[in-house]
């Protein structure tokens, strides 16, 4: 059973950076493809960014630029760097999992792509 749990969220002025770390359990990590979304109030889930099984990514139009995925096999964790945060970046993020990934990016990814989730760590960014 994959069990991931976020962490890193917090408040933060805009201009500012977080890392947010997921770290993943009951895997076998390195054949998992991954992904950042997240939720704003009264919006629906977003794909913010992907990594698949041999460490391409892929991004958002609205964070490219400024949100780094990265995943690190040996830790069985994935990270999102985020710089120069905005206000319209405020949400809970959640992480997600999928083995045997078979979609492709075509500029983004539904939340309905992915099997395993976290809890989600809530990130808010003040003007």
């Known amino acids: 059973q994959v069990q991931l749990m976020e962490s890193g969220g917090g408040s933060v002025q805009a201009g500012g950076s977080l890392r947010l770390s997921c770290a993943a359990s009951g895997t076998r990590f390195v054949r998992l493809a991954m992904a950042w979304f997240r939720e704003g109030s009264g919006k629906e889930r977003e794909i913010v960014a992907f990594?698949?099984?041999?460490?391409?990514?892929s991004y958002a139009d609205s964070v490219k630029g400024r949100f780094t995925i990265s995943k690190d096999n040996g830790k069985e964790t994935l990270y999102l760097q985020m710089n120069s945060l905005k206000p319209e970046d405020t949400s809970l993020y959640y992480c997600?999992?999928?083995?045997?990934?078979?979609?492709?990016?075509?500029?983004?990814?539904?939340?309905?792509?992915?099997?395993?989730w976290g809890q989600g760590t809530q990130v808010t960014v003040s003007s």
């Open positions: 997600a999992a999928e083995y045997s990934f078979a979609s492709s990016w075509n500029g983004g990814l539904k939340a309905a792509s992915f099997t395993y």
């Open positions: 990594i698949d099984t041999n460490g391409e990514t």
